[in-house]
């Protein structure tokens, strides 16, 4: 059981990356749609590449969704509205009407016979407004239009009426005037006026929810196809143009198609395709870590940062395509790349765009085109994204990919329309969001710095000022050691640039490589300036470990500063398994008859294992060495040069860090020129 325990621990690694591998393509097969799908590629205006194709089955041929929108349109636009008609209010306002009449009270100015014309005259006028009906004064709902027919229910019975035949207050008012002869109204008149107009009330009344179900009954009636194609019947021969009918009929058949490959018994080979597609993908991707980019692959942090970069991306992708895929092109894939040039380098991030893009491609519509333009949009971004601390770099390089994705969407169009006339306008909006929602990178970056210890360039520049708190520290306590890792800092910075390197990172390792020297500033040569060496009352012995030590030290420091791993990498690795050839020497002389273990003055790495850490090697060991020179000429400079990094190589230090010896020729040459510069005598002045 032990043994089995320590083998898990040993491997616990290599376990760690299965699980996530497998939670990974579980994640995203979960996410995919599990719908079949059409084995025919094709488009709007584009040939057909294919054979001739008939048609497999009999199928009914789709309305598509604009057809279908103009049907309902004009379903809601021929409408009739209904109107109930209210006897209710018509027998209330009857009451009332003599109700009010009946309580007149007769005197001289009005007697009973008065009362009974009265009478007369409200009844007919009642009878004239309701024959057809009153109707409400305001209906905001609807416009329409005098000639236009409505429905009118009255009870069980419902009957079209011209919509101008329907009271209004101005035809209640006509009618009063008709009916009580012309003004002025004498008493009665009035009296009877003023009743009618407490009375009279609207009895007509737009019934909205009743015309709204009938649209709707209507609408479900809306046949869904507009007719058939028979089992074997020619749908579109080779080289043909997919357009009109044959487009409608396409999209029936494939629709029908996937309908039918989606049944119960073929959903799980439907999943187990998609986890086979997956797993590759993601499988390419570990392969391709293993093999080039083996420092990330051994880090199960760097490895699980970018599956869940590949996650996330798929996820909001999914979820803007379900919630409506005319907005397909608002999320911006471009930030993936961007996050991993600026942690890692530019072939891993367009390597992983790539097949993330991929994977996208089986859940978009129109995957060839998706797949196209975003491909573009990638190899732009990772052409033109760098050096992020600069903020204008940005703004250009987000200007340069949302102008890539327009351009190619407009060749797209062009291709499948054949003009320019069709363009949607709404696309061009989509992108100018795309890009800006791009600028979110500089925020994912500063988030996954603190969650997964990853260093920008935006945090290298950070580190590189020579204000902060550690480097301030390292110019007070040990002042030559500070001047030194300056002079390192632009020898390494030059020799980056030169073959292509990380400029910015090999400048902050630089910077922070000697630290480690606080500890014991004077047991280092170019903190003297007494001319007192304390190695002198030292063995050779503990005079080495003194200076071996300085790595340790340096590490532990940069640790209790919080310094990022891949600053702290330099580090440990500018000396690598070198010796301290000096110390090895004089305790050979010491000791003439005893066998010295050279391992006892060897540095105890690892070597450098980057391009990066290489670099720093040879510039801290030729600008130390460069040092010792009583008169630097060219030639002495550049002996010297050639016999310090040829020796590291003889040593295999260079063995890991993937670095070409053309390179290595470029970096020396560079260095010897600087350092040429920089001990370059000036003619001297005259008193």
Not at 330 to 351: E, M, N, Q, T, Y
């Amino acid at each position: 059981m032990s043994e089995f325990v320590n083998k898990l621990y040993r491997n616990n690694s290599i376990i760690y990356k299965i699980i996530l591998f497998i939670l990974t393509t579980i994640a995203i097969v979960y996410l995919f749609p599990k719908g079949g799908q059409f084995k025919y590629d094709f488009s709007n205006g584009q040939l057909w590449k294919y054979d001739n194709l008939y048609a497999p089955f009999d199928f009914a041929i789709q309305k598509t969704a604009n057809e279908i929108a103009s049907e309902k349109k004009e379903i809601i636009l021929n409408s009739k509205q209904y109107f109930e008609y209210n006897n209710a209010i018509v027998f209330d306002v009857k009451q009332a009407f003599n109700s009010k009449i009946s309580s007149i009270i007769t005197n001289d100015s009005i007697n009973t016979e008065d009362v009974r014309t009265l009478k007369i005259i409200g009844d007919k006028v009642l009878s004239k407004i309701y024959e057809i009906g009153y109707l409400e004064i305001v209906i905001e709902e609807i416009t329409l239009k005098n000639d236009e027919i409505i429905a009118l229910m009255n009870e069980n019975e419902v009957r079209d009426v011209l919509f101008k035949n329907l009271l209004k207050a101005e035809d209640i008012l006509a009618i009063f005037s008709d009916n009580l002869n012309q003004k002025p109204y004498d008493f009665k008149q009035e009296k009877l006026l003023n009743i009618l107009v407490n009375v009279v009330k609207p009895n007509v009344i737009y019934d909205k929810e009743f015309t709204n179900k009938i649209i709707e009954n209507d609408i479900k009636q809306i046949s869904l196809t507009q007719g058939k194609v028979a089992s074997g019947e020619l749908i579109i021969q080779k080289g043909g143009i997919v357009e009109g009918k044959k487009l409608a009929i396409l999209n029936s058949l494939k629709t029908e198609s996937e309908s039918k490959i989606w049944t119960e018994s073929n959903y799980n080979w439907i999943v187990l395709g998609y986890t086979i597609l997956v797993s590759l993908a993601l499988l390419m991707l570990l392969l391709f870590l293993h093999k080039y980019r083996l420092d990330i692959f051994n880090n199960n942090n760097k490895v699980t940062f970018i599956f869940f970069n590949i996650f996330a991306i798929i996820l909001v992708q999914t979820l803007v395509i379900k919630y409506n895929a005319d907005y397909l092109y608002i999320v911006p894939l471009s930030i993936l790349p961007i996050i991993i040039k600026a942690f890692f380098d530019a072939r891993l991030g367009l390597f992983t765009h790539v097949l993330t893009v991929l994977l996208l491609g089986y859940i978009v519509p129109n995957s060839f085109e998706f797949i196209y333009l975003h491909i573009i949009a990638g190899i732009v971004t990772i052409l033109t994204v760098s050096e992020l601390y600069k903020r204008a770099n940005l703004f250009i390089s987000v200007a340069q990919i949302t102008f890539i994705y327009m351009l190619t969407y407009f060749a797209f169009s062009v291709i499948k329309e054949g003009n320019a006339s069709q363009l949607n306008l709404d696309y061009f909006i989509l992108f100018a969001a795309n890009g800006l929602l791009s600028f979110l990178s500089i925020i994912l970056i500063y988030l996954y710095e603190k969650v997964f210890g990853l260093v920008s360039d935006v945090t290298l520049l950070e580190l590189s000022n020579t204000n902060t708190k550690l480097l301030r520290e390292l110019n007070e306590k040990a002042p030559g050691t500070f001047q030194h890792s300056m002079q390192v800092a632009n020898l390494a910075e030059a020799a980056s640039n030169e073959i292509g390197a990380n400029s910015m990172l090999v400048r902050t390792g630089a910077l922070y490589h000697d630290i480690g020297k606080m500890y014991n500033p004077l047991y280092f040569i170019e903190n003297q300036t007494t001319g007192v060496n304390p190695h002198n009352d030292l063995s050779p012995k503990d005079s080495s470990k003194i200076v071996i030590d300085h790595v340790i030290k340096g590490v532990e420091l940069a640790k209790k500063h919080n310094l990022p791993d891949r600053v702290i990498d330099f580090i440990r690795t500018h000396h690598g398994t070198t010796s301290t050839f000096y110390f090895y020497k004089k305790e050979q002389d010491f000791n003439p008859d005893t066998k010295i273990d050279i391992k006892h003055y060897q540095y105890t790495g690892p070597i450098p294992f980057s391009k990066e850490t290489a670099i720093l090697m040879m510039c801290d060991s030729s600008e130390a060495a460069s040092k010792s020179l009583q008169n630097p000429t060219a030639q002495s400079i550049n002996n010297l040069i050639d016999k310090i990094i040829d020796k590291q190589m003889t040593d295999n230090q260079y063995l890991n860090s993937d670095i070409t010896f053309r390179e290595i020729k470029i970096i020396k040459k560079v260095i010897k020129k600087k350092l040429m510069n920089i001990y370059h005598l000036r003619v001297e002045y005259p008193e």
